[in-house]
């Protein structure tokens, strides 16, 4: 008989020792997996429960006036805890709590074994979205009625528990003994749990036909992929009327398809430019279907003419969009076959030969490495791909991620064990047969700088979000260094301490350490070690007496300085120069002593260990070759078509300094690179115009020349369906007193939201007014009256924070940075959108002030050419958050009048569909918002 007893407590804050109390207890007990009892009771804490704890459980004074004190409770919770597992979500917090009030009223403190929900989780559904009980219990179809009271919640827990030992039971014999390894610096203490698996899964003789053992680890079978397409087409005219026309295979096969002009429009232009040979920019307004426009004739051409087309988005997000809801779609209603596949960097996939080497060297993991190497076994039992993106590792785990992806892993001989099971060999087959390959910009402009091929060969491709484009190619073709990354390298290797990679190189081979001795490699990294933090401490300093009058402190608390190089005080860069110098000096003295071990190993033995400590080292030295090229091109060279720039923390350690050059611009670079050497390149996005013209996006990207242009208009009624307002009694945006601004704005958020019921989404280009703005509408609202949900305050990702806004009735939602596009909120939960101030690029950045340069040297005018052009397009971004239905209404309040009283301000409201621009004081467009809506 197995008896668990699962505990949540409702508590007034979180430390019994600073005087906080049990305001709540709910108690279930399962035996053996049916439910044997509940108790639920409220507990008179002796003191008033916060507000925000009332807000969060619903529990008030009232409540808990006439509940008995926990003396009154404490020996009934003490009896139901006899002989049982004591489980609970964040086990320690619950139990500690509980203890704490037990030995407070006189009584032995509980001692227990005791299983963690949130820990089980996380190594048994390792592919969970998220953790907190309610995500867990959505993600497991757990019915969760009454969230933060304490018997729902424990009730929860404990069906969460007994789908989880379900689940633990169901593993592979191998994948338990391995966890059974780990066990002891786990939370949980579940190794009867595991011994008991092990002996069910020895006596089975049924084997799983998904899932193989391999050198001691149960991986899942890769799915076999479909045979070859074979298929005939009359044109391209036919095949398009035959999927979308009113008799098609989407209107058959799908009951909620609508024929859109527009897609087939898009579709007819892409089809053309891959006939032709052209490259060709399309810009697809909200509404139009574009991902379905560009699908359509990539996979007849690839199909067609046996050939690859590849497919480029900017974000992980429309990349699932297209794997999992896009491309499934077509290929359930297309009469044949077509294959897809989806390529990353290397640093997103396993390393098997990596994971089962530290699966050997367990001993001197923390809980964090523990933890991890546990989700990862079992998630080896479900993946196909080995991507991590499919696993939500703890912010620590990806710290060992990085030991064990295909990138630390190097060169893998295709001689080796592992290579036939390679995740990242296997995603580069698959790409290989496919007809559409889905990447990403960074993947691909990776590939274009690259000395070896990243991406198969393609002629043709399809680049979505290509507003993107500009930006993270100069990311590519630039350089970064930084002190934190150069100690990761150095701690990585390690040195002489018992665990460390070096110490157990040494001691795999003895006479190879008594000739290349370790002490000599001791001495090299404290060398490397504080020569390079003289310099990043030097370049911290050089930095600081520069701040007052060259540099501006941006949002995320980094100084941003740039330089050139001939440029700078002579003598304080000189000592730059001895410093970086002595650096490369010791790290080539490194690069020495790494070749020499190699050289040694390799003429004693050719085992598949010896394989496997000379692959280490020659990734080793290539990384220290690149901090070389990095420290020479980054501080001792001057690039003309160059910007450097250094950043520091402004609060930060005194060596944390982050290196960073970009070329001025790149539009050459990918003209040689990308568009010379394709057949024909499509790019696409909502936002590629300013003022219905290309020809600035066409000049960043250098494709000025033999390139077709097409706007596709939105399908939407965007007279009927927004109306745009801007106030006429702001304060001055540019004046010095900001805080009248930030009150205006909030004056406004606040009537507006009143208006809309909340359901409202709130854009800033900063996270300092952001905050300031949070914390100042807090006072113009009656406690519960909104939910205000905050990028950066509220915890959670931007997904999270959509998915809270979305989950209350009447909220509003800041947002900066990421939060202007890719945030989709259709119908009534997004009623308004506030939009605080036009999304102009700080004027001192250094990659923006050296592309100013570069075009007042041409003779052209840098806010026209380059400032403005990015506002308008980053404004159009943000405009397209509020209406993505044909059905949506909405106001987008914009408070910067400069849209209005400037003449620049035309670029702005003639770039977005046709709207009623009304200018008006606040109080009027409140009164007309009401009207309105």
């Known amino acids: ?163 989880l030992l379900q689940r633990g039971e169901a593993l592979p014999y191998e994948t338990l003994n391995s966890l059974m390894d780990l066990e002891r610096k786990l939370k949980s203490d579940w190794s009867e749990h595991l011994r008991n698996w092990m002996n069910q899964q020895a006596f089975t003789v049924e084997e799983r036909d998904d899932l193989e053992i391999f050198r001691g680890i149960a991986l899942r079978k890769p799915v076999s992929d479909e045979d070859e397409p074979h298929v005939s087409f009359e044109g391209f005219e036919p095949f398009l009327e035959d999927t979308l026309g009113e008799n098609g295979f989407m209107s058959k096969h799908l009951s909620y398809y609508e024929r859109r002009e527009g897609q087939e429009e898009m579709a007819h232009c892409i089809y053309d430019a891959f006939q032709s040979h052209d490259h060709a920019l399309i810009e697809a307004e909200t509404g139009t279907g574009k991902s379905l426009a560009y699908l359509l004739p990539a996979i007849y051409e690839s199909v067609k003419e046996n050939e690859r087309v590849m497919i480029s988005t900017h974000t992980t997000q429309l990349q699932a969009q297209l794997l999992t809801s896009e491309i499934p779609r077509l290929q359930s209603v297309l009469p044949f076959n077509f294959k897809t596949a989806l390529m990353k960097g290397k640093q997103h996939y396993l390393s098997l030969k990596k994971f089962e080497y530290e699966l050997q060297t367990s001993g001197r993991d923390n809980y964090d490495v523990t933890l991890t190497k546990a989700m990862i076994l079992v998630w080896l039992t479900q993946t196909t791909t080995g991507d991590s993106d499919e696993i939500q590792l703890p912010s620590s785990g990806q710290i060992f991620w990085r030991r064990v992806s295909a990138e630390a892993e190097g060169y893998l001989d295709p001689k080796s064990p592992w290579f036939s099971r390679s995740f990242y060999q296997r995603a580069r087959k698959k790409a290989q047969q496919a007809n559409l390959v889905i990447t990403n910009h960074s993947l691909l402009c990776a590939d274009l700088v690259s000395e070896h091929q990243l991406l198969p060969s393609y002629g043709k491709m399809i680049i979505d979000e290509a507003h993107h484009l500009e930006t993270t190619a100069a990311r590519y073709f630039g350089l970064k260094l930084d002190y934190v990354s150069f100690q990761y390298l150095l701690n990585e290797i390690g040195s002489d301490k018992p665990g460390d990679w070096m110490s157990s190189l040494h001691a795999s081979y003895p006479e190879m350490s008594e000739r290349h001795r370790k002490s000599d490699w001791e001495k090299l990294m404290i060398h490397m070690k504080e020569d390079a933090d003289e310099l990043f401490r030097y370049l911290f ?276 940075s990421s939060f202007w596009e890719g945030v989709d909120i259709p119908g009534e939960d997004l009623s308004s959108l506030v939009i605080v101030r036009l999304p102009f690029q700080p004027p001192d950045h250094p990659v923006y002030e050296a592309k100013a340069e570069a075009l007042k040297e041409q003779g052209r005018n840098a806010f026209m050419d380059l400032s403005l052009p990015n506002a308008v397009i980053r404004f159009k971004q943000g405009f397209g958050r509020l209406i993505r239905s044909s059905t949506d209404r909405g106001i987008v309040f914009v408070c910067d009048d400069r849209i209005v009283t400037k003449k620049y301000g035309k670029y702005f409201t003639d770039s977005i569909p046709n709207v009623k621009v009304v200018h008006d004081s606040t109080h009027h467009l409140m009164n007309h918002a009401k009207d309105w809506l």
């Open 1 to 163: 008989m197995t008896k668990y007893v699962i505990v949540d407590i409702e508590t007034t804050g979180h430390s019994p020792k600073k005087g906080d109390r049990i305001i709540e207890i709910g108690m279930v007990t399962i035996v053996d997996g049916i439910v044997t009892d509940q108790y639920q009771s409220f507990v008179n804490p002796g003191q008033p429960i916060p507000s925000f704890i009332t807000q969060l459980t619903g529990i008030r004074d009232e409540d808990v006036e006439d509940a008995p004190y926990f003396e009154d409770v404490v020996k009934d919770i003490l009896k139901r805890c006899q002989d049982a597992y004591f489980v609970a979500h964040h086990v320690q917090f619950d139990l500690n709590f509980l203890n704490a009030e037990v030995e407070r009223t006189g009584h032995v403190p509980l001692h227990m074994k005791v299983l963690d929900t949130v820990e089980l989780a996380r190594i048994l559904v390792p592919e969970a979205p998220g953790y907190k009980l309610s995500q867990l219990a959505e993600f497991l179809n757990v019915q969760h009625d009454d969230p933060h009271r304490a018997l729902s919640d424990a009730a929860v827990t404990g069906d969460v528990l007994l789908q």
């Open 541 to 816: 300093s050089y930095v600081s007496k520069k701040k007052q009058k060259d540099i501006s402190l941006n949002d995320v608390g980094r100084y941003q300085y740039r330089y050139t190089i001939n440029d700078e005080h002579k003598e304080a860069w000189q000592a730059v120069t001895e410093m970086s110098e002595r650096v490369l000096f010791n790290v080539r003295d490194a690069i020495t002593y790494l070749r020499r071990l190699k050289e040694w190993i390799t003429a004693a033995e050719s085992s598949e260990e010896a394989k496997r400590w000379t692959d280490d080292l020659s990734m080793y030295m290539d990384r220290m070759e690149s901090v070389i090229d990095s420290i020479d091109q980054l501080l001792l060279e001057d690039h003309e078509h160059q910007v450097k720039w250094i950043e520091i923390e402004a609060h930060g350690a005194k060596n944390a300094v982050y290196l960073n050059s970009e070329p001025i611009e790149v539009a050459s670079l990918l003209k040689d690179a990308l568009f010379d050497k394709k057949e024909s390149i499509v790019l696409t996005s909502a936002t590629l115009t300013m003022k219905q013209s290309f020809s600035y996006i066409q000049k960043r990207l250098g494709l000025e020349e033999a390139a077709s242009t097409k706007q596709i208009e939105s399908p939407f009624n965007y007279k009927e369906q927004v109306q745009l307002f801007v106030p006429n009694d702001f304060p001055d945006i540019k004046g010095k007193d900001q805080e009248a601004f930030i009150y205006a704005t909030c004056e406004a958020i606040y009537s507006l939201a009143t208006v809309t019921k909340g359901r409202m989404l709130v854009l800033f280009t900063s996270y300092d007014m952001l905050r300031k703005t949070y914390s100042a509408i807090k006072e113009f609202m009656t406690q519960d009256e909104f939910v205000l949900i905050a990028q950066g305050i509220s915890s959670g990702s931007r997904a999270r924070l959509k998915k809270n806004f979305q989950s209350f009735d009447q909220s509003i939602l800041f947002g900066t």
